[in-house]
């Protein structure tokens, strides 16, 4: 008579070897998608970007705030800025300017219509994602007060 207990050891190992295998690929199929989602969104250019308020008016007659807006540092070319303003009732308004943006050194007046009396702003950079898509800064640290 033939024992057959160390085929039954073989056949328990492959088979605890497949489960952790299939476990594996299941765990990784659901991660795979959020990493790469993630790493599409890195970009280093939030790092060195700087775009701060200069100055602000108000005029009560058309509605329109001027803001004047410059980019202290950062190399990388900027995709677009976020004006956000506050308003005389405490609400705020984010005005996205995508064109006549300031280079490195430069300031630019944008002018804009918001849903009441602009009192203050604060600014932020957009950039480029390695993926293609585009990232929001953190907004500046200063708020200029509008006159």
Known sequence: MQSKKGLSDVVT???IILLALAAVVIVWSFVKPTIDKAGSQLTTACVDLEVVPVS???NATTGNATFVVKK????????????IATLNDSSTEVIDVTSGLPGTLETKTFTASAG??????????????????????????????CA
């Open 13 to 15: 190992t492959v088979l």
């Open 56 to 58: 602000c008016t108000y």
């Open 72 to 83: 202290a540092a950062g190399d990388d070319a900027l995709a677009g800025v976020k004006i």
């Open 116 to 145: 009441g009396k602009v009192v203050s702003f604060k600014t932020a950079g957009v950039v480029g994602t390695e993926g293609g898509d585009s990232k929001t800064c953190p907004e500046s640290a200063t708020s200029v007060t």
